[in-house]
């Protein structure tokens, strides 16, 4: 069985590069703190005889030998990059759980029959370039390397010139090497293992996501003497859109719709002066891909009737669309099997944000598994999985790979 | 009878000291545009063997000898700032209407008994200096002259050293010269007029308002795993709290009930981020003080019981109220007169927004005349009124001054 104390030191030092000052981490993809993120990883993986290769876009393949090298690898891995103000498990922990996985095969030294590869992923969290996920979606062929590579941050600085001064512009093709499978394993970044008190999700899926940037054009008017039945306030209309999208989620009992305002921008804004024009961003989620298009329908219906009444412009365009995925039965069955006989209390749940996994699904057969992190919070300096919690979501991870990887 | 085409010249003229791309003016408190537009009101002004003096806090006096030079001056005036993209008719009709009255008055060799006075008050408009209205507030003895020379622009430039760069800092006493009166020609700034095709308001007082700032301070989380029932999300209940209130102030007939909320942020948003922190303004505005009581605290109330339904802790700060307004009767009644006897079409009103007058008011007999403008914007710069409206407001602003002056 896996050490459990020695993947919590992984984790703490990983946390000392680009660490902040509440606790946090901060390794903005293709940084120098990434680079040396990958580089103590590397140094780690390479002490245990591992191989690596990075493919043009800046993903690592790190590569344990199995018995049949001419098979496909068993894959696991996640990603190293964090938000600007992030905590130290989003992501590393799937890393770190796969090193610790490949360390504890070193140390019983056991082979398993086909290779292993512990796969880190660049730019997941899309907070440097956008989208998140860009670049196992460029692996699974979502998106071109060109248009990859071409992207840019907001100094206009591209993924390609940050690839290539932190030193990971690699040379194989995008797409290599093809997985037999993929495990990721990573933190709920909800609250609901916590609250049921299970150690183990057992992810079956992801829900499908739809990104809106939405405008709303009124006029703006002077606070004071425009009276209320002549303005046409666009913040007036987005409150309206948002507080009834709102109770639309919200009255569904299931709990399985889910919608978020989470920019709002007033353009020219001043304490006595009637918004004129109002941008925003929405995202819905649902975990059945019709009722997300019903959902989809009911907010554009909801924009124009809202745009009648506050006598308001509004107008929408739909940025970014990730289908509901279903993950491959027989790897969530192996993930279910490693929590059943690790005598673990676990669920089956949907995954309520995307990860790496999406795109590999696409590609090959895929499963994630989710530990419980304290109040459900992510993206936050205060993020907190507990050892024991990480220790044995590694131990399932570690089960699934090597149920898979001697089949 | 005064000189209408004169008076649009002046407008236009003094329109190209600060002039914007799109046909506005910028001319911020006490800066060298400020300083170049009230030089060329005072060459103007110089012309027809006018005096002047400054005070302390910049406010510029601007006299016509009477017959009687030992009694109080009646006044009038108003405002040669601007908003950063502002009119050219917002507080600039109110002076060079003023001239206008000096200029005919000269022509005809006409001497009131009561010596004139044409002011121009400072920084009227708040967007350099916060307050609105604060070197007539420092007339009037609402704020101590030592605070207001002490405010700061964004720059952290501070009034006293702005005045003293722009050479406006004058040494005569703040509250001098006593004024017999003050009358004040200002666009409505609201749809109003316009919209009953009307020329004149004779505005008998200016509505009360009061401002507040409001944070909601829930928990941010992630926008997918975070199931809608455990939400503490700041920008829902921000929107609850907008619609609620627009709700409240539409239901009442009367019209009277006016509630903006012009500023809104979200403390570091993120498309998929639960808001967990918003801070927003709220402006309440009502004709009369106690219904804007009654207003202040259903605001009050709602925001418990939003902060409670949200999960949401809600703090409120009231940074600014000015009291409702009532005119003197007399400088109402001139006005009234004024506008009757030329045939004018008018109503009384009350002005929604503050304006030097309110705070004069406390310390002179006051009144305001309003003229339309088009499509009731203001602090914009497509803000235009005809040159027939400007030239019957400011008839009516001669005949009330003579009235006074000669009385
Ligand atoms: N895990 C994660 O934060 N992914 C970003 C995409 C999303 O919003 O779910
Ligand atoms: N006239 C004007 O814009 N005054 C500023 C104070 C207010 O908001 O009414």
Redesign the pocket.
Known sequence: SIDGQRLWDSLMAMAEIGPTENGGSCRLALTPEDAAGRRLLLDWCEALGCTWQVDRVGNLFIRRAGKRDDLAPVAMGSHLDTQPKGGRF?GILGVLAGLEVLRTLADRDIVTERPLVLVVWTN???SRFAP??VASGTYAGAFSVESTLAREDRDGVTFGEALQACGYAGESPVGEPRLDSFFELHIE?GPVLEEEGETIGVVTGVQG?RWFDVTLAGQSAHAGPTPMRYRRDALAAAARLIDRLQAHALADESGDTKVTCGCLEIVSASRNVVPGDVKLTI?LRHVVENELDALQAYFEGLLSEVGETCGVTVTQERIWASPVVEFAPECVAAVERGAREQGLKYRRMMS????DAVYVSRVAPTAMIFVPCRDGIS?NEAEYATPEDCAAGTQVLCDAILERANR
């Open positions: 989003d997941e969290e899309g998140a996920m970044q996501m995202d309520g944000a995307g990860h993206h």
